[in-house]
C-alpha cells in the first residue's frame, strides 16, 4: 500500500479532527444559543383525540422527512423528492468517506465498492448542478435566494465532484483529487455552522416543536381524503 | 455608514428581539429557500409569475430583520444570508402591506414546508411589531378598538346584545309556539355557558335563536353570559398578544364568574382557535372548565338522541369548507364532516380537503382591511375554483369569518350557491317542532345596495336575499348609477358617506332625473351618527327641494326595522306605481 505524502497526511487527519473539533465546538454554542430562547407553552386542553397526542404529532413531524405522502408540496412532486434524497445521500456518504479513507479504506477499497460510491456522488452532484440552475432560472426562487444559497450549493457541487475523484483512493496514482478533497471537507466542517447548510441542526427543533403543538391541537397526523378515495 | 433609523423603526427592531420566542426563532433560521411552499399559497396561484406573493418571499421581510439582528452570520455580514435591517418609516409601511396584504395567516405554507417553517405564526408577530408602534390598516385599528374598549369586536354596546337576545327569545317562542323557549342570561351553575361572535348580535341573530332551539330541544342547562360573551379575538388578527389575553379573560372571567361547567363557543374559526388553544397561552391561565365548538355540542346532542333531525329537510346538495383555523390550527376536520352527513341528504367533499384545503380569503381579519379587498378577491379565484368543481349548491363551513369571505367571493366569480353555518342546518333539521312558515317579505323584488363598506354590503345583501330579493351592489356612486341605468332597481339603499361622490349629490342626481326620480330610497347610514347631526341631511333636501327619503336608518341598522322599511315602501311604490 502506497503511503500518503505528509501533507496529505496531515489533511486527511489532524486537519480533520481539527475541523470536527471546532464544528462541535460551535454546534454546541449554536444549541445553546437556540436554548436561550424561551420556548412558548401549549396550556390548551388536549383535543381530546386519542390517536393524536404532543408527542405523537412532534414525532409525525419529525419523520416528516421520509413520508413525501404527507404534504401535498412534496406528494405533488415525486421527482423532486426523489432529487432530495439522491443529493442528502452524496452528502452523507461522503462525509462517512471522510472518515473511511484516513481510518478504514480497506471498507471501500473493493472495485464495487467504488463503483457504488462514484455513482452515488456523480448522482448528487448532477442534482446539485440541477438545483443551482434551478435557483437562477426560476424567478421564484431567485427572488429568494441569498449569497450564501448559492455559495452553499456550488460548494457542495464542487465537494462532490472532488468526492467523485477521490473515491478510488490512489495517492499512488496522484494525491491532487484526495487532497482538494480533504481540504473542501476541513472548509465544509468549519463554514457549515456559519451557513445555510447548518439547517440539519434547525430541522430536528423546528420539526418537533411544530409537531408537538399541531399534536397537541389534533392536527398531527394530519388525517385527508383526496378525490375518487 | 448605514443610514439612521427612525424612532419607529427602533421600536420595531427591539421588539422583535424580546418577542422572539424558541419557536419562532427556529421558524425564522430553519428556512433553506427551498421554495417548496411556493405553489401552496393561494396568492400565488392567483397571481403567476409574481415572486413577491411566494410565501418564503413575504416570509423573508421578516426574516431579514432576523438575520441582520439576531442570526450569528448575519450580524457579521447580513448581506451574506440576506440580512437588511429596517430604518424608515417607509420600509414600515411596506412591511405593513407584506404582512396583512399579502398573507391570511391560513397556515397552508406551514404545513406544506418540510422544514417545519410556521411562516403563518410569525407573519403573525410581524403583525404585532407593526402594530406596536401604529402601522396597520385602519380597519383593523378601528375593530382592535372595539374589542379593547366595548369588549367586542364590533362594538356592540350591552344593551343592544340584551335587546337581542330578548328579541331571539319572542322570536322562538312564536316560531314554536312555545313559551317556555327562553334565552337565559347570567344563569349561575350551568351545565354550558354559550360565547359567540358579536356578528350573530350585530347581524345575524337567527344563528343565535338556532343555536338557542337546539339547546332547547337537548334540554340543555345552558345560559349565555352578559359580560365577556365574545368569543372572537382579534389579538390573533392584529399579533397583540395583549389584547389576546384581555379577550380571553374576559370570556373565561365569565365562565368562571358563573360557576359554568363548559364554555361553548359557536361557529368561528378563529374564536375557537383563539379562546381554546391560544387564550390560556396569551392570559397565561391554567382553566379548570371545559371548552367545545358548538359543532361537537351538536354532534353529540344527535349520536345521545337529545335532538332529532331530519335530513331530508335539507335536500340541496352540500360541500363544507374547512376553516383554517379550525382544521390546521386545532384538528377540527371531522366532527363538521360527521354531523353534516346526519343533517343533509347530499354532501359532497371538496378537494383539497381537511387541513389541506384552500383559504376562503377572508381570514387573518382579511375582512376587516377594505384597502385589499381587490388583491383578496383576485386571491379567491383558487377557492371560487374548488367551490364550483364540487357542483353543491350550498358551501357549509363552521365560521363566521369564512361566511363573510365565502359570500363574498361567490358574488364576486358568480356562482350559484349559498353559504351556510352548520348551526342553521342543524336548526332547520330538528324534528318534530312545529314551525311558523314565515312568508317571504321581499320575494319577487330587485334592491340595489350601495355602500362603501364591503362588509356592510355583504351583509345588507345576504339579508334582502334571505328575505326573498335579487340584490345588486355598488361601492360608489358612479357604479351605482352605472347599475341604475343598466336596470333600474326596485328599490334602493343609500349611504350617505361615499368615495368621490357623496350620497346626498348622488340622491340629488336620482331624483332630479324623472326616469329614476320613482324608485324609493332608504338611506342606511352612519353618517348621522358621527359628528354630522342628521339634519343636515334633511337640510340639504330641503335647500334642494326634494321629496324625503322614503326611509332613513342610522348604523347599526335595526334587523327588523329595516326589513319592515324596506317592504313598506316596496308596496307602498308598487301601489302608487
Ligand atoms: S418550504 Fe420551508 S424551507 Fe422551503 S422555502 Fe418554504 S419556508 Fe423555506
Ligand atoms: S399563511 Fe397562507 S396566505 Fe400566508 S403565505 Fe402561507 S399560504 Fe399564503
Not at chain 1, 431567485?142 to 483512493?169: C, E, K, T
Not at chain 2, 332597481?489 to 368621490?500: G, Q
Request: aromatic letters at 10%; charged letters at 25%; one cysteine or more.
Amino acid at each position: 500500500m502506497h503511503e500518503p505524502s505528509p501533507f496529505l497526511d496531515f489533511a486527511q487527519d489532524k486537519l480533520q479532527i481539527g475541523a470536527l473539533l471546532f464544528m462541535a465546538l460551535v454546534y454546541s454554542l449554536k444549541i445553546r444559543w437556540i436554548l436561550k430562547f424561551p420556548a412558548g407553552r401549549d396550556r390548551q386542553a388536549p383535543s381530546g383525540n386519542p390517536e393524536k397526542n404532543a408527542s405523537r404529532g412532534a414525532w409525525y413531524s419529525l419523520l416528516n422527512i421520509a413520508m413525501p405522502w404527507a404534504m401535498p408540496s412534496t406528494r405533488n412532486r415525486p421527482l423532486f423528492y426523489a432529487q432530495f434524497v439522491a443529493f442528502h445521500l452524496g452528502v452523507a456518504a461522503s462525509i462517512l468517506m471522510s472518515f473511511l479513507i484516513p481510518y478504514a479504506p480497506r471498507t471501500i477499497a473493493s472495485a464495487p465498492a467504488v463503483l457504488a460510491l462514484q455513482v452515488v456522488f456523480a448522482m448528487a452532484c448532477i442534482v446539485g448542478i440541477l438545483r443551482l440552475y434551478r435557483r437562477i432560472a426560476d424567478p421564484y426562487i431567485r427572488a429568494i435566494s441569498s449569497p450564501d444559497d448559492y455559495f452553499s450549493l456550488a460548494l457542495l457541487i464542487v465537494w462532490l465532484g472532488f468526492s467523485f475523484l477521490a473515491a478510488p483512493n490512489r495517492p499512488a496514482e496522484g494525491e491532487r483529487a484526495l487532497i482538494a478533497y480533504f481540504l473542501l471537507t476541513a472548509f465544509f466542517l468549519v463554514y457549515v455552522p456559519f451557513s445555510k447548510i447548518s439547517h440539519y441542526l434547525y430541522y430536528p427543533f423546528a420539526r418537533w416543536y411544530l409537531g408537538k403543538t399541531l399534536g397537541h391541537r389534533g392536527v398531527y397526523p394530519v388525517q385527508r381524503q383526496e378525490a375518487g378515495a | 455608514m448605514p443610514p439612521a433609523r427612525s424612532y419607529k423603526a427602533q421600536k420595531v427592531i427591539d421588539r422583535f428581539q424580546q418577542k422572539l420566542n424558541r419557536q419562532a426563532m427556529l421558524s425564522l433560521a430553519a428556512c433553506v429557500h427551498c421554495g417548496l411552499c411556493t405553489d401552496q399559497c393561494h396568492y400565488v396561484l392567483a397571481n403567476p409569475g409574481d415572486p413577491t406573493y411566494a410565501p418564503a418571499y413575504k416570509a423573508d421581510r421578516l426574516r431579514k430583520l432576523f438575520k441582520a439582528h439576531v442570526d450569528w452570520t448575519g450580524r457579521l455580514i447580513p448581506r451574506w444570508v440576506g440580512g437588511r435591517s429596517v430604518y424608515s418609516d417607509e420600509e414600515l409601511e411596506e412591511l405593513k402591506d407584506v404582512v396583512f396584504g399579502k398573507c391570511t395567516n391560513c397556515r397552508r405554507c406551514s404545513l406544506n414546508c418540510p422544514m417545519g417553517v410556521d411562516m403563518a405564526s410569525f407573519n403573525r408577530l410581524a403583525r404585532g411589531l407593526l402594530v406596536h408602534v401604529g402601522v396597520m390598516p385602519e380597519g383593523v385599528a378601528v375593530v382592535a378598538k372595539d374589542q379593547w374598549e366595548i369588549g367586542n369586536q364590533m362594538g356592540v354596546l350591552k344593551e343592544d346584545y340584551l335587546e337581542t337576545l330578548q328579541w331571539m327569545e319572542e322570536e322562538l317562542q312564536s316560531e314554536y309556539n312555545d313559551p317556555s323557549i327562553r334565552i337565559p342570561v347570567d344563569k349561575r351553575d350551568a351545565e354550558i355557558v354559550y360565547a359567540i361572535n358579536p356578528r350573530e348580535a350585530k347581524y345575524d341573530p337567527r344563528t343565535i335563536g338556532e343555536a338557542a332551539a337546539i339547546f332547547h330541544f337537548a334540554g340543555e342547562n345552558w345560559t349565555m353570559a352578559s359580560e365577556g360573551w365574545d368569543m372572537t379575538n382579534f389579538g390573533l388578527f392584529n399579533g397583540d398578544d395583549e389584547l389576546g389575553a384581555a379577550c380571553a379573560a374576559r370570556v373565561y372571567d365569565a365562565v368562571e364568574g358563573l360557576r359554568g361547567r363548559k364554555l361553548v363557543v359557536s361557529e368561528c374559526g378563529h374564536g375557537y382557535r383563539s379562546t381554546r388553544c391560544e387564550g390560556p397561552n396569551w392570559a397565561r391561565r391554567d382553566l379548570k372548565f371545559e371548552m367545545e365548538s358548538s359543532v361537537v355540542t351538536m354532534l353529540r346532542y344527535i349520536k345521545e338522541g337529545r335532538i332529532a333531525v331530519d335530513k331530508t329537510r335539507n335536500p340541496l346538495p352540500a360541500t363544507y369548507h374547512d376553516s383554517c383555523n379550525n382544521a390546521r390550527s386545532c384538528g377540527m376536520t371531522e366532527e363538521p364532516r360527521e354531523l353534516l352527513r346526519l343533517v343533509t341528504t347530499d354532501f359532497r367533499e371538496m378537494y383539497p380537503n381537511r387541513a389541506e384545503n384552500f383559504c376562503c380569503t377572508g381570514g387573518g381579519g382579511a375582512m376587516s382591511m377594505s384597502e385589499y379587498a381587490p388583491r383578496r378577491l383576485k386571491s379567491a379565484k383558487v377557492k371560487a375554483d374548488q367551490l364550483r368543481a364540487t357542483g353543491a349548491k350550498v358551501v357549509v363551513t363552521s365560521c363566521h369569518n369564512c361566511v363573510d369571505g365565502l359570500f363574498d367571493l361567490i358574488r364576486h366569480y358568480k356562482l350559484d350557491m349559498q353559504v351556510k353555518l352548520l348551526v342553521s342546518l342543524v336548526a332547520n333539521a330538528l324534528t318534530p317542532p312545529e314551525r311558523r312558515i314565515k312568508r317571504r317579505p321581499l320575494e319577487g323584488f330587485r334592491i340595489l345596495v350601495i355602500d362603501d363598506e364591503p362588509d356592510v354590503r355583504i351583509y345588507l345583501s345576504k339579508l334582502f336575499e334571505e328575505n326573498g330579493c335579487a340584490v345588486t351592489d355598488a361601492p360608489d356612486a358612479n357604479q351605482a348609477m352605472r347599475a341604475i341605468r343598466a336596470q333600474p332597481p326596485d328599490l334602493i339603499t343609500l349611504d350617505l358617506v361615499l368615495p368621490k361622490k357623496t350620497g346626498e349629490k348622488l340622491y340629488w342626481e336620482l331624483k332630479k332625473d324623472e326616469r329614476f326620480a320613482r324608485i324609493p330610497i332608504v338611506v342606511v347610514s352612519g353618517y348621522a351618527a358621527i359628528d354630522h347631526p342628521k339634519i343636515d341631511f334633511h337640510k340639504f333636501i330641503a335647500e334642494k327641494a326634494l321629496p324625503p327619503p322614503e326611509g332613513f336608518l342610522e348604523k347599526p341598522v335595526d334587523v327588523e326595522k329595516l326589513i319592515e322599511t324596506v317592504h313598506q315602501s316596496l308596496l307602498e311604490s308598487r301601489f302608487s306605481g
